[in-house]
């Protein structure tokens, strides 16, 4: 009976496990943490942590890392009415 148990446990560890992804916190793909311009800083929402912002290459927009309760999350930087914050238009 044991083992039927430990059969169905073990792939539901593996699945568990593979949910768990660091955010990067400087330097690779996502490019270094920047000093955010004042034309960017007076634009952006308030309740946004622009010491942790960066510019991704893949976009060419700000990104920032916002710390909850629960986990940490790479979020775009935004205006106060949504948009997000670029250096080069999309596309």
């Known amino acids: 009976m044991t083992r039927a148990k430990a ?43 622009l010491s942790t912002a960066r510019v991704k290459s893949e976009d060419g927009c700000y990104w920032y890392t916002h710390q909850g309760p629960v986990e940490t999350t790479e979020l775009p930087l935004r205006t106060t009415s949504g948009n997000p914050i670029c250096v080069r238009p999309a596309g």
């Open 7 to 49: 059969f169905f446990a073990a792939p539901l560890i593996l699945l568990g496990l593979a949910a768990c992804e660091p955010v990067p916190t400087s330097g690779g793909p996502s490019g270094g943490i920047v000093t955010v311009p004042e034309s960017v800083s007076s634009i952006a929402a308030p309740f946004q942590d």
